[in-house]
């Protein structure tokens, strides 16, 4: 991999030009041929993709940083940090409305954002962070993981017109500046492009310095893979805790996909689910689904501990943040890319008592050498016509100076 380039992008301009040029001229002319992949070794064995390999890594290495502050904010007794997992950005007027107008959400003084699309279809091509960004008026830094060779998964491929660039990360928007940023790469749980939804790339973790008047503390975004085992996704949280400062105050939120499974691939998800049944739904759902820490997301939640950093008060423990629907059409689709469809009608049974609906507790902050209270879960976010804003509740807490 080459090494990472910051590019900061001018207000008028959220998407430089170099990798508009780098994507549509040299890149995406090759991604007919790359979808007839069906490993990475596979596609990596084309002297086609060889060639183009050093603009792939100089596109996925890039930060794209800019500055839409107006005046500088003020210095405060405490600081509020909010995780949300955006789902691309699909319904992007309804986030940034609840962004600025809800209670909670627009007090926010630093956001962690998951699942930020730049130039995909199915979020009208928008680049989600910087736009939100602008909006709102703030710092940001955005990274991406991968670049998407299709529209992506299940009813995503139904989305009007082609992706302009096709990127997808995480960012950190925040009131205060931005400095010190930089990705944490971390291993794929599966191969990419072994599936229907095949993707250049990696997931990454975000981090970067947030300079406070009165404080200084390390933000991080984090998304564990979902298509992982629970032991793959301890190790990528390793990964991400063995790069951050000792020297400062942590604070460390986003998707964890603390799903209790092993879901590297579809079989072990079948064996895990049925596992679950003979466990029975309602000890699984309130020991496990809403406690993972507890057993099997253990050593996750037991590598933070011993690394120094706090959970249990920094997030409202046993409350979901995810609530899958097996009627829901979206759900239905997205999870039929790698579980088969006749699974559908055991798990409906499963959940029969719960009118075919699992709460999950998937979203998690864990800080350092700080002060917090007040954890928040925002759920049922939803438009003016009743859909709902994200698959995820967004979540939030207070850092305290001093």
Known sequence: MSSNNVIQIPDSQLVPEEVFRLIRERIAPHFPEFLKCKSTAELKSLSSYRAIEPDIDKVLNSQYSGDFISAAAPAQSRYRFVAWNMER??????????????????????????????????????????????????????????????????????????????????????????????????????????????????????????????????????????????AHRRNQMRDIVQNLPLNMPVILGGDWNTSTYNSSRALYSILGFWLRVFMGAENVISNHYLHPENGFERDLFRLLETQGFEYRQSNRMGEPTVQYDVDDHKTRMNLGEWVPGWCFAFIRWALRRHDGKCPLKLDWFATRAARVRNPVIVGDLRTSDGRPLSDHAAIGVDVLVG
């Open 89 to 230: 950005g699909i319904e992007f007027s309804g986030q940034l409305k609840a962004l600025r107008t809800h209670p909670y959400l627009s007090s926010a003084d630093v956001h962690l954002l998951t699942e930020a699309d730049m130039g995909m279809a199915r979020s009208e091509n928008r680049a989600v962070a910087q736009e939100i960004a602008r909006e709102l008026g703030m710092h940001y830094s955005f990274a991406p993981c991968y670049l998407n060779l299709s529209k992506g998964a299940g009813v995503e491929r139904l989305a009007e017109g082609e992706n302009e660039l096709g990127l997808h990360g995480n960012a950190i928007l925040s009131r205060y500046p931005i400095c010190g940023v930089r990705p944490i790469h971390l291993r794929n749980g599966i191969d990419k492009m072994a599936g229907r939804e095949k993707r250049l790339g990696r997931q990454a973790g975000l981090a970067a310095e947030i300079e406070f008047p009165n404080f200084r503390a390390t933000a991080v975004t984090v998304h564990l893979d979902a298509n992982s085992s629970q």
